[in-house]
């Protein structure tokens, strides 16, 4: 029986995308990529994750924001961590860490663009560890 631990990676970026999947099959992980939120909500419709990495501008600029209240209506328990340049890109730096932005931001864990893979698989660890 295969107990991998499912990730589903989703990003529009295809260079960030091949990437963290390589790494995180390195790491025994089940990963599970999309290229966008259209790919992703067809994936979740049969398919639960046990974490999920999502880009937040993808098709849309509120893309990973929309895809992340849909996968925590859907599955509450799944960690998120958004991946995002966007504070790079716009100079608009949020998080998740007043009542307020958590009552509709759905990340559990922001981290900017370009991500270290080191800081990443301590989160991913982290918010499995939690969930276990």
Not at 18 to 30: C, E, G, N, P, S
Not at 92 to 107: C, G, L, N, Q, V
Request: proline letters at 4%; one cysteine or more; aromatic letters at 6%.
């Amino acid at each position: 029986m295969n107990t991998a631990k499912k990730i589903l990676l989703v990003d529009d970026d295809i260079d960030f995308l091949v990437q963290i999947q390589t790494r995180l099959k390195a790491q025994q992980y089940d990963v599970i990529t999309a290229e966008g939120q259209q790919d992703a909500e067809k994936i979740l419709a049969e398919t639960k994750p046990d974490l999920a990495i999502l880009d937040l501008m993808m098709e849309q600029v509120d893309g990973g924001f929309a895809l992340a209240y849909h996968l925590k209506q859907k599955y509450p328990d799944v960690p998120i961590i958004l991946c995002t340049a966007v504070a790079s890109e716009t100079g608009i730096e949020f998080d998740a860490s007043t009542d307020e932005e958590r009552s509709w931001i759905k990340a559990d864990v922001f981290l900017p663009k370009p991500v270290r893979f080191e800081q990443l698989a301590r989160e991913i660890e982290r918010l499995l560890q939690d969930k276990a």
